[in-house]
């Protein structure tokens, strides 16, 4: 066994959800860290990037094969502590965390990417690397097949001269960037949505629109109860943050989201419509106190990485409970398959529905 199979086997999804069939890394983690070393080794023992890392895979697989110093870029918070975590087991140090703006230098060789599903968060990320890196800089981006398509290189290909693709190896692949060609950051989406003025940050869920889901939910808002401080859990844009200051104008209201790019978007959204939302990078409601809040409204995520689960809708129940003063109410939009209602009585006590469609059920439920 090699010192990187060693690493890679330590490696925990701690705290993120996943029983034992869901691994800490990948094999395109492993393929990104090898192709790096056998084809770019002077780059990788310069200064490294790495952008999006799920759990600290390549961080800290690029520490261990030699980088003089790596720099990180995750918008999950749950990678953020995950990849703090792993580096603590593993005696490695904690890279630490900075901006997309500033995570790659002039200094920086090389750039390690899990390429992420979405074209506008690629291109976010290409062109934040392309504006600030030297004319030598290394750019490899890597995923599993599955998740990725010819846009990808063309995407990549406005922010490098020169775009590769590597053969593919246990189902996964590379992209090769080099050549960066400086162009200006990439902004924000904007459109007005049922009287809301959406500010989506690339990559963010559902973009400058109102999903479906979230359609649901809103169509419920004239059943809410009073409530002095309310939640948009899993925020998103902060559509429904909006509509809850909208509704209580002398409430205190929290968007808060696993996603930096969905909080800054709530942000922006907030401060588009006039309207005083406080906005928190959070692993659901951790930094929360318990029974501190009247009202908690959730459009539950189903996906961890590319893996479907129903584990986080479960754990956010679970922290809405705990955060919920008694008698205070969570509102839930959930896929009517997934048949959440049982777990909700469990979990926060007695639910009613307030509609239901062949896809969404509206459920509002009482804290014992």
């Not at 097949?145 to 246990?170: W, Y």
């Not at 809850?244 to 409430?251: K, S």
């Amino acid at each position: 066994m090699t010192d990187l199979d060693a690493l890679l086997d330590a490696l925990s999804r701690e705290p993120d959800v996943g029983g034992a069939e869901l691994r800490a890394w990948d094999a395109a983690d492993r393929y990104l860290l090898e192709y790096a070393q056998a084809e770019f080794a002077g780059a990788l023992a310069g200064e490294v990037a790495v952008i999006d890392d799920t759990h600290g895979a390549l961080a800290l697989g690029a520490a261990l094969l030699g980088a003089a110093a790596v720099r990180v870029h995750q918008d999950s918070v749950v990678g953020q502590r995950a990849l703090a975590a792993n580096a603590a087991r593993a005696g490695l140090a904690d890279p630490g965390q900075h901006p997309l703006a500033a995570v790659v230098t002039n200094a920086t060789t090389l750039v390690l990417l899990r390429m992420p599903r979405s074209l506008e968060r690629l291109d976010a990320v290409a062109r934040a690397v392309a504006a600030n890196a030297g004319p030598g800089v290394v750019l490899l981006a890597g995923n599993r097949i599955k998740h990725m398509t010819p846009t990808q290189n063309e995407v990549l290909a406005q922010s490098f001269g020169r775009v590769d693709v590597t053969l593919a190896q246990a189902k996964s692949r590379i992209i090769v960037g080099r050549e960066p060609i400086a162009r200006v950051a990439a902004e924000p989406h904007r459109a007005r949505v049922e009287g809301v003025e959406v500010v989506a940050v690339p990559g963010v869920f559902a973009g400058a629109r109102l999903d479906i889901g979230t359609r649901a939910l809103l169509a419920t808002f004239d059943s809410l109860p009073p409530f002095e401080r309310a939640i948009d859990l899993a925020c998103g844009t902060g559509i429904v943050a909006v509509a809850l200051a909208r509704r209580e104008p002398g409430a205190r209201i929290l968007a808060t989201d696993v996603s930096a790019v969905a909080v800054e978007s709530a942000r922006l959204t907030a401060e588009a419509s006039g309207v005083g939302v406080e906005t928190r990078h959070d692993d659901g409601l951790s930094a929360e106190p318990a029974a501190s809040a009247d009202l908690i409204v959730l459009n539950p995520p189903f996906h961890s990485g590319a893996a479907v689960t129903t584990e986080i809708a479960h754990r956010l129940f679970a922290d809405a409970a705990r955060v919920l003063r008694p008698g205070g109410e969570l509102r839930v939009v959930w896929n009517s398959h997934l048949a959440y209602r049982p777990v909700l009585e469990r979990l926060v006590g007695p639910t009613r529905q307030l509609s239901r469609t062949s896809k969404f059920t509206v459920t509002a439920s009482h804290r014992r």
